[in-house]
C-alpha cells in the first residue's frame, strides 16, 4: 500500500509521467476536430436536407461521441452558422483587396464576378450553396435560424457600401446614388446566382457573361449618367 502511495505521489511531482498520462490538446488538434463535425454535417446535410438531419447523424457520420460533439457545437444552428462563416469569410477575404485597392475603384462586375467564382468554387468543393438554399428554407419557420441568415448575408454589405461610394467619389456613379440601396441591389447578385445553381445548375461563366453587359468591366457604371469625368 505504501508503495502504491509513494508511486501516486511520484506522479504528481514528475513532470514528465504527468504529460505523458494527460497530454495538452493542441489548437491544431481541436481545429481538426471541429473540421471533422462541420464536414460531416456538410455530408449529411447535403444527403438528407437540412430539416431531416438529426444531431445523432451527425455523431454517426464524424464517428464522435455526442459528449464529444457537443463541445464544440450545441446543435444543428451553431454548426450551420460556423459553415456559412466559413463560406462568407472565404468571400470576403477574396473581395476586401478589390473594394480597397489603392487608385481608381475595380469595376462593379469584377467584384461579384469574384463572388460569383468563389460561390461556384465552393459549390464543387463542399456543396455550400446547396445547403444555404435548405438553410433559408428552413429559416423561413425558424426565427431564430432566420436572425442567423440575415446577419451572415448582411456582413457583406460594408464591403459592397465601401465599393459603391468608391465609384461615386471617383465619378463613375451620380452624386445623389443611394449608396445603401445601391449595395443592397449588388448584394442581391450574389444569392441570385446561388439560386440559379442550385435549381437549374447555372455555371458562372454563363452567369458573368450576361452580368458583364449590366455592369461594364471597365468601371464607369455612370458614364451615362452623368459622370464627372
Request: hydrophobic residues 45%; glycine residues 6%.
Amino acid at each position: 500500500m505504501r508503495e502504491c502511495c509513494r508511486r501516486v505521489q511520484l506522479s504528481r511531482t514528475d513532470g514528465r509521467f504527468y504529460s505523458a498520462t494527460m497530454p495538452k490538446v493542441s489548437a491544431e488538434h481541436r481545429a481538426a476536430r471541429r473540421e471533422q463535425i462541420l464536414d460531416a454535417a456538410r455530408l449529411c446535410f447535403l444527403r438528407n436536407g437540412f430539416h431531416a438531419t438529426t444531431m445523432q447523424d451527425v455523431f454517426a457520420e464524424a464517428g464522435m461521441s455526442a459528449g464529444a460533439v457537443y463541445l464544440y457545437f450545441p446543435g444543428k444552428e451553431e454548426i450551420v452558422r460556423a459553415i456559412a462563416s466559413e463560406a462568407i469569410t472565404q468571400i470576403s477575404t477574396a473581395l476586401t483587396p478589390l473594394v480597397d485597392a489603392p487608385g481608381a475603384p475595380v469595376a462593379l462586375y469584377d467584384v461579384i464576378a469574384t463572388a460569383v467564382i468563389n460561390l461556384e468554387r465552393l459549390d464543387v468543393e463542399r456543396g455550400i450553396p446547396r445547403i444555404a438554399v435548405q438553410v433559408w428554407g428552413e429559416a423561413m419557420r425558424s426565427p431564430t435560424l432566420a436572425e442567423e441568415v440575415k446577419e451572415i448575408v448582411q456582413s457583406v454589405a460594408p464591403l459592397l457600401r465601401r465599393l459603391v461610394e468608391r465609384h461615386r467619389d471617383h465619378g463613375w456613379l451620380p452624386d445623389d446614388v443611394d449608396v445603401a440601396a445601391t449595395a443592397r441591389a449588388l448584394l442581391g447578385l450574389i444569392p441570385g446566382f446561388i439560386v440559379q445553381r442550385v435549381l437549374t445548375g447555372l455555371d458562372a461563366a454563363t452567369y458573368l457573361e450576361g452580368l458583364q453587359v449590366l455592369l461594364p468591366s471597365h468601371g464607369r457604371a455612370g458614364a451615362s449618367t452623368g459622370s464627372r469625368r
